[in-house]
Antibody, heavy 118, light 108 residues
């Protein structure tokens, strides 16, 4: 079964750092782009960026450039999204998703909820 | 960046009725690279349609997509109880990828 499994919920304080993960299985992880999508509480979907696990080529939405860092460890089929200094406004659910070969994001992780509060 | 505007914001319908959802782009979507997703509360989105009109694997044929250029439509021919959800369009033809704000399909 093709799946993406994300790390568990996090509760952090403003200024702290964080790295969440997304592990793929059931397919060739290095052959498909992985995207990240933010959903703030009660709001819609926002595309953050995309990374190719084969060579770590990463492209960011201008809205998120400089705010987060995407990375991968292809030896364990895992993509990461990290923050160096969290803000309360980073409170959201973050999804990873595979960019399908025929178009669209065809496989999604279950989401990681990040709460940033003092 | 391409702005996608979905209408209506909320659609109130009964099971068995036809749902027509609109997605309008601020500029032409290259190659009709337009996808539709369904999201239910507490769940991740699910891909329904890609390339404007191609159904994703396992999606029932009551879901259909159409359109090109700047105007796209998702049609649900006969609403089933499990179809009441929020629907998002997404363009992936021009970077950055963008989503519409969503249309909620609710039970009338």
């Amino acid at each position: 079964e093709v799946q993406l499994v994300q790390s568990g919920a996090e509760v952090k304080k403003p200024g702290e750092s964080l790295k969440i993960s997304c592990q793929g299985s059931g397919y060739s992880f290095t052959s498909y782009w992985i995207g990240w999508v933010r959903q703030m509480p009660g709001k819609g979907l926002e595309w953050m960026g995309i990374i190719f696990p084969g060579d770590s080529d990463a492209r960011y939405s201008p809205s998120f450039q400089g705010q987060v860092t995407m990375s991968v460890d292809k030896s364990i089929s895992t993509a990461y999204l990290q923050w160096s200094s969290l803000k309360a406004s980073d409170t959201a659910t973050f999804y990873c998703a595979r960019q399908g070969g025929r178009g669209g994001m065809d496989v999604w992780g279950q989401g990681t909820t990040v709460t940033v509060s003092s | 960046e391409i702005v996608l505007t979905q209408s209506p914001g909320t659609l109130s319908l009964s099971p068995g009725e036809r749902a027509t959802l609109s997605c309008r782009a601020s500029q032409s979507v290259r190659n009709s690279y337009l996808a539709w997703y369904q999201q239910k509360p507490g769940q991740a989105p699910r891909l329904l349609i890609f390339s404007a009109s191609s159904r994703a694997t396992g999606i029932p044929d009551r879901f259909s997509g159409s359109g090109s250029g700047t105007d796209f439509t998702l049609t649900i021919s006969r609403l089933e109880p499990e179809d009441f959800a929020v629907y998002y369009c997404q363009q992936y033809g021009i970077s950055p990828v963008t989503f519409g704000q969503g249309t909620k399909v609710e039970v009338k």
